[in-house]
């Protein structure tokens, strides 16, 4: 007997039978690359949290004014000599509990008992690196900041999900991340002042670092905000515990 394709019957059971088909493709595909997934994640924030340290390509032919990662073999070898410890910070009791494995902390998905924080060594100097999340116009917003013990900034890296081309996504080019070196997390006091983001910075070469502001982006005053609370938020629970380091 012949199927009969023009009827409704027809068309619903065959588009049952494709979505099944389709979803059992997708499902496995995404099974079979979920390990590769996983590894370039893992990679990915090797060679931002070396970028924040300034271990990049930044400087000499691949730089010029562009952001230039390690690769992400390179950044698979060096992280392990850059960032020497990891650690999860409890800021309640000033205490620290040291995550052992070199991936161990990378490889966190959110559920953790305490604030990350990864412990570098460059050029002889002990870095501290904070990783930093919020929002911005649009979307999630997310970095690292690498700071010394004086809380000085050493370099930063900032992403976005979703902010606007040529505006607010500007937050992860160069000319934005590299005023952020050597900025004043604290004042001459001693007190957290944060970074701001400020249109009436009047510091178009940003000579002033102790000021605790740079320029903002033209035009993505909302996505600046958010970075502004973001590095507030997240730098702030980290002060106690690497001041009691250095005392």
Same mark, same amino acid.
């Given at each position: ?17 494709? +979505? #099944? ?6 499902? *496995? ?5 979920? *390990? ?17 340290? $300034?271990?990049?390509?930044?400087? $000499?032919?691949?730089? @010029?004014?562009? &952001? ?11 992280? !392990? ?8 910070? !409890? ?7 040291? &995550?052992?494995?070199?991936? !161990?902390?990378?490889?966190?998905? *959110? ?27 649009? !979307? ?6 690498? +700071?010394?013990?004086?809380? #000085?900034?050493? $370099? ?28 004043? &997390? ?25 000021? *605790?502001? #740079? ?13 502004? @609370? ?8 980290? +002060? ?8």
């Amino acid at each position: 007997m012949a199927v009969k394709t023009e009827s409704n019957s027809y068309t619903v059971i065959f588009a049952i039978v494709m +979505v #099944v088909i389709v979803g059992a493709l997708l499902a *496995g595909i995404s099974s079979a690359l979920s *390990g590769q997934i996983s590894e370039n994640k893992k990679l990915e924030k090797k060679q931002n949290i070396l970028y924040a340290m $300034g271990v990049n390509h930044n400087e $000499g032919a691949l730089g @010029e004014g562009k &952001v230039v990662f390690l690769t992400t073999a390179e950044a698979n070898t060096e992280f !392990d000599k850059y960032v020497k410890a990891q650690y999860l910070i !409890d800021p309640q009791s000033n205490t620290a509990k040291e &995550v052992k494995g070199a991936e !161990d902390l990378i490889n966190f998905n *959110g559920h953790r008992s305490g604030l990350p924080l990864y412990v570098g060594e460059k050029d002889g100097k002990t870095l501290y690196i904070i990783p930093v999340n919020g929002r911005g116009l649009w !979307d999630a917003i997310w970095g690292y900041i690498a +700071v010394d013990k004086d809380f #000085v900034i050493q $370099g930063v890296f900032f992403d976005h999900k979703g902010e606007t081309a040529g505006l607010g996504a500007n937050i992860k080019e160069r000319f934005f991340m590299d005023d952020f070196i050597g900025e004043h &997390v604290l004042d001459a006091n001693g007190a957290f002042q944060s970074v701001q983001i400020s249109k009436s910075n009047a510091d178009p070469e940003n000579k002033r670092k102790e000021d *605790g502001k #740079v320029d903002a982006i033209a035009g993505a005053t909302l996505t600046g905000n958010g970075v502004a @609370e973001m590095i507030a938020h997240g730098l702030s629970p980290y +002060v106690a515990y690497i001041k009691s380091l250095n005392q």
